[in-house]
């Protein structure tokens, strides 16, 4: 029921008297008879009838302030006043003056009230296209449930809020996720936690039948509904829970997601609930217009949450391509098993450390969780072409395959065979006289000599076969083994390395022939053609770019495309420092032995020295020991990466570029 608006008059004694006590009844206005100026100050009227000598003598200024909406009626003329009357009019004349004057004074109340409910609207209008704005930006699902409970309880005014989404279970059954809490009077640890999704809760309730629960006092609830307010919350923390306004939140499909709770009302926002009894004074029961305006925030909430939602599963879901990709990439060749996580985690450490070194050239790098992100991806996925990459130069630990190099075991041992069936021979046809000469008189010791060639031979072999530096003597050694003649078991005359073989052996560095580093070399095409395949977002574009780009070299003298300095990404100058660093102090090579790291460290110093990498950025590398960082990531922390120890190295002590 409406509230009946009294209003207050003014009149002085001497009108008063006149017109008698009975005047103005009929209006229901609440009198105040004053014959002195004086006794205006304590009063606040709505109307003011006085005569005009009495008036005269008000300080106009001052009642303008204390009673702006105020009418004044004059009996004789005065022109100050809002109205006036003649002295010669009669009590009805009066009256009808004054019933003119309460009508104004109610259509001004009228338009006041309107103009705050168009203000207030004004503004939930604009606190709604605010929230729109914002829940539509944040991507983050965390982040974007602690916004809607802030949007909706600065919208509606109230103390507390709370948010619950339906979940599924390991076992497929749903859940009721009580996801997350919001209150501005007390602090509490929070911890999420799941509920029963029944009808026994009033969240529970309002998302299985789809309905809206505005509870004046939470503590009285009907006894027809199946569920009960939960009071320990407020026994424990000293707080009083009354006026609660819960919503089901639908997404676009107009399926429910979850549920949407505001808790007390506040008639002042600005008051902190801090006792039951504050709470009994201050809050008031939400109105009919909160629950729309609660009804658009859930909208918005449930499709905000979907799209946050999505884009997480999105997020997973390429997280889990990469790593799937990675490990599939390493399989091909276990022996580089963890490299690309490493480097990752090295690459994204040191880009962080580039921002904090407070040097001037790193000073406008802005490293934002998104580039980071683009850094992270493109890091682990730099050897993604490797896939295009033969497995038997990939493999490759030496230089010939061990079928190769047993061919021409084979071949020797054969030869040794030979030699002594010859000998034997000889020994015969001396015995029997057929052999007159005296080639057999020494034939025991050119037997040794000739056995001794042989294994001699196979040790060159052998030790031109290990992926070290090759000296000029050894390359000698190698042609006398190509000139020695052997006769292949179908009669035909070769020699003992055939002219692929001791191509391999002759390889000066490492174990790779020209082709074959070559073939490795192509890796950073193919990844960068792999990768430009993917229809990136805006945000991850510069990744082909960037995993392509770390075996370009300052200098020029880097591939696939020989880039210099200014035209080399960034970001790949910084993985092209953590790479090789990786590749140097990576263990259980079986082509190389890793170095230390403070080996590696001067290493890259001297590579940085001779132009090829950022002197800068090494710098900071070493400043920061951006290194230890993986110390942190043991073995253990590899295999549950699926990752073990281990990478292939590059040209600083010539072993082919495969890292």
């Known amino acids: 029921m409406a509230s009946v608006i009294v209003f207050s008059l003014v009149i002085s004694t001497e009108l008063y008297q006149k017109f008698g006590s009975d005047f103005l009844q009929s209006l229901s206005l609440q009198v105040f008879s004053v014959s002195h100026p004086d006794q205006l100050n304590n009063i606040t009227a709505d109307i003011v009838l006085l005569d005009a000598s009495l008036l005269a003598l008000v300080d106009r200024s001052y009642w303008s302030d204390v009673n702006p909406s105020c009418i004044t009626i004059a009996s004789g003329q005065y022109l100050n006043a809002d109205f006036w009357v003649p002295d010669c009019w009669e009590r009805s004349a009066v009256e009808k003056i004054v019933k003119v004057a309460l009508d104004q004074i109610r259509h001004g109340k009228q338009i006041d009230s309107l103009e705050k409910d168009i203000a207030l609207s004004k503004k939930q209008l604009e606190e709604i296209n605010h929230i729109g704005i914002a829940l539509s930006a944040e991507k983050d699902l965390q982040r974007l449930l602690g916004l809607i409970l802030e949007c909706a309880r600065r919208l509606l005014g109230c103390d507390a809020a709370s948010l619950y989404l339906i979940d599924k279970a390991d076992n497929g059954v749903k859940k009721l996720i009580f996801k997350l809490a919001q209150n501005g009077s007390v602090s509490y640890a929070f911890e999420e936690h799941p509920l029963n999704l029944d009808k026994t809760s009033i969240a529970g309730y309002a998302v299985l039948e789809g309905k809206e629960l505005n509870i004046a006092n939470v503590y009285d609830i009907n006894d027809l509904y199946p569920f009960q307010y939960n009071k320990s919350f407020d026994e424990e923390l000293g707080y009083r829970c009354i006026s609660m306004l819960t919503a089901p939140m639908y997404n676009y499909r107009g399926g429910v997601v979850g549920a949407l709770q505001l808790i007390n009302k506040k008639a002042n926002p600005d008051v902190l609930l801090t006792s039951a009894e504050l709470a009994l004074q201050h809050v008031v029961p939400f109105a009919e217009s909160d629950l729309q305006l609660l009804r658009y925030v859930a909208s918005q909430a449930a499709v905000a949450i979907d799209n946050a939602k999505l884009i997480d599963n999105t997020k997973k879901l390429f997280e889990g391509f990469v790593n799937a990709s990675v490990t599939a990439i390493e399989q091909r060749d276990p022996s580089t098993s963890g490299h690309s996580f490493r480097v990752a985690e090295l690459t994204t450490q040191l880009a962080v450390a580039l921002t904090r070194s407070n040097r001037p050239r790193f000073e406008r790098i802005c490293m934002t969780e998104k580039k980071l992100t683009e850094l992270r991806y493109a890091s682990l996925l730099h050897d993604f072409g490797k896939v295009g990459v033969s497995e038997r130069v990939l493999v490759k630990a030496k230089k010939l395959t061990p079928p190769q190099l047993e061919i021409i075991q084979y071949r020797i041992a054969l030869e040794k065979e030979r030699t002594r069936n010859l000998w034997l021979q000889r020994r015969i046809d001396k015995l029997y006289g057929l052999d007159e000469s ?187 020991k951006t290194y230890d960082c993986l110390g942190v990531m043991d073995e253990a922390t590899f295999r549950g990466m699926g990752m073990g120890r281990g990478h292939l190295i590059n040209s600083v002590y010539g072993l082919g570029s495969r890292h």
């Open 438 to 624: 005296k080639k057999g008189l020494n034939c025991d010791l050119e037997l040794e000599r000739a056995l001794a060639n042989l294994s001699e031979m196979e040790a060159i072999i052998v030790a031109a076969n290990e992926p070290t530096v090759l000296p000029q003597s050894a390359t000698y050694d190698l042609e006398r083994v190509l000139k020695y003649p052997f006769e292949t078991i179908s009669g035909f005359n070769s020699t003992l390395l055939n002219k692929n073989e001791f191509l391999h052996l002759s390889v000066r560095k490492g174990s790779l022939t020209e082709d074959e580093r070559k073939e490795i070399e192509s890796h950073v095409v193919h990844t960068y053609n792999f990768l430009k395949q993917i229809p990136w977002t805006e945000e991850l574009c510069g990744i082909p770019a960037i995993a392509s780009g770390h075996h370009e070299k300052l200098n020029g003298s880097g591939y696939p495309l020989g880039l210099t300095a200014e035209e080399i990404p960034f970001e790949a100058k910084i993985m092209a420092v953590c790479d090789i660093y990786d590749a140097l102090t990576a263990s259980d090579r079986p082509y190389k032995t890793a170095v230390s790291g403070e080996k590696a460290l001067d290493i890259l110093l001297e590579d940085a020295r001779a132009g090829n990498i950022d002197q800068d950025i090494v710098d900071v590398f070493v400043e920061s």
